[in-house]
């Protein structure tokens, strides 16, 4: 008797820790049978052998990815195989904005032992080997960075920063460039970038080149240009308190639209931008600074109108629902998100013509929806680990494949036996 009150026990405490693995946040299997793909391996998935297993998991970009071993690194594409190996002792260098791999077809890789750094096509030829360096920056844009040091007296040297092209040619630049301004690599956007002057400690606008275009006057950051505009704060004292409003100007520096907005405003996105006025009620205004919609609600759904994108498409959560708006803010179609699946930190973490990534903050759940709000596929994710999807491919959470935007398993990599 007592034998089989244990095997009763035994199969109700199973039961129990199943309905409970079903019921975690973190658990994607979910509602999962609604998607359109599953995550699954196909007869094309490849499998990469790595002693030791992958000690760095890279984002994909421009059809690359830059993968670590105890052994070194190597690249491989979307199909999974790899392209070539960084020789014994170098190491890939960021880009200035901090994203480990290709920019404009280039990868630049540095030794510290050897003092050099080598630029690398995204087949693995050799482009230039650069000699005496101390220190590097990746590609952005079509430029990089090194530095080398020149002797300005016996115990004295003296850290040059030289702006070089994607041959390895130096560039000249209008810049001073320290070691510690690393404020001058976000990634320009209609021609021109941000960038933060450590001498005059103002933010201004320079071109791909490092040559000033709209010079640093700016005491608060700056926003990125887009769709021509750029919002900045009248601001040119600095200090604690902010004693300038927001506007927008143009690409001569010019006030385009005149700094009316204590709150930071949005970018401009298919011809519209976000602002929020003092009440906390949300706007969208053209170019011309006119409002062409208003949100009725200070509170509730506000938090939910959110930013259009480049495709004149918005995701809005309202109260019955979220929905994809367009530019003349009709609804287009509803999410099929159920109201326990959403969060407060959700967010759309990527997008194209076809998808867009959704994320779930407090499930740890993505999903890509097509623009008619079918979902397309579930996976595991986290933004900042590498599973949120760049270039059409997403790394597996907790898992050693990457996997496609349909479900695709792309490659798995598995340690050797011995």
């Known amino acids: 008797m007592k034998k089989y009150i244990l095997i009763l026990l035994a199969v109700l405490i199973f039961g129990l ?10 658990d994607a299997t979910k509602e999962r049978t609604s998607a359109i793909y599953k995550i699954h391996k196909t007869p094309s998935t490849k499998t990469l052998f790595v ?46 904005y901090g994203f480990t791999g290709f920019d404009g077809n280039r990868l630049m890789a540095y030794s510290k032992s050897n003092k050099k750094a080598v630029i690398y096509d995204d087949k693995g030829n050799m482009i230039k080997s650069l000699d005496n360096i101390e220190k590097a920056v990746g590609f952005s844009d079509g430029v990089a960075l090194i530095m080398r040091k020149e002797k300005v007296e016996q115990w004295n040297n003296k850290e040059v920063w030289t702006l070089i ?38 933010w ?25 505009l750029a919002a900045v704060n009248s601001d040119t004292e600095g200090g604690y308190e902010v004693k300038g409003k927001w506007g927008y100007i143009d690409r001569n520096g010019n006030w385009a639209i005149q700094p009316i907005y204590t709150n930071e405003p949005g970018n401009f996105k298919s011809g519209l931008a976000m602002v929020i006025d003092k009440q906390n009620v949300r706007h969208f205004i053209n170019k011309n600074g006119s409002i062409v919609w208003s949100n009725d609600k200070p509170d509730g759904i506000s938090s939910g109108i959110r930013e259009f ?32 699946e959403r969060g407060a930190g959700d967010k759309v973490m990527t997008y194209n013509d076809e998808y867009f990534e ?15 709000g079918n979902v397309r596929l579930f996976f ?27 479900g695709e398993i792309i490659v798995e990599f598995k340690d050797t036996q011995f």
């Open 17 to 26: 820790t199943q309905q409970v693995q079903a019921q975690h946040p973190g």
């Open 380 to 406: 595991d994710c986290g933004p900042g680990s590498g599973q949120t999807f760049c270039d059409g491919i997403c790394k597996a959470r907790n898992q050693n494949y990457y996997f496609n935007d349909k």
């Open 309 to 340: 994108m480049d495709n004149g498409k918005a995701i809005w959560t309202l109260d019955d629902g979220i929905y994809i708006v367009n530019t003349s803010f009709q609804k287009l179609a509803k999410l099929k998100i159920g109201s326990a």
């Open 51 to 96: 002693d030791g297993g992958v000690t760095f998991w890279g984002y994909f970009s421009e059809g690359r990815c830059v993968i670590g071993s105890k052994d070194g690194w190597f690249i491989i594409n979307k199909q999974g195989n790899k392209v070539f190996t960084l020789p014994q002792g170098y190491d890939p260098v960021s880009t200035g």
């Open 204 to 228: 201004g606008y320079r071109d791909i080149k490092f040559q000033w275009v709209i010079q640093p006057k700016y005491a608060r950051e700056v926003k990125p240009f887009c769709e021509g």
């Open 358 to 372: 959704w994320y779930t903050s407090w499930r740890e759940d993505g999903r890509l929806i097509d623009w008619n």
């Open 165 to 202: 092209d994607d041959y390895g040619n130096s560039i000249p630049k209008s810049m001073t460039i320290t070691s510690s301004n690393n404020r001058l690599f976000s990634p320009a956007k209609n021609g021109l970038a941000r960038a933060y002057d450590s001498e005059t400690k103002k």
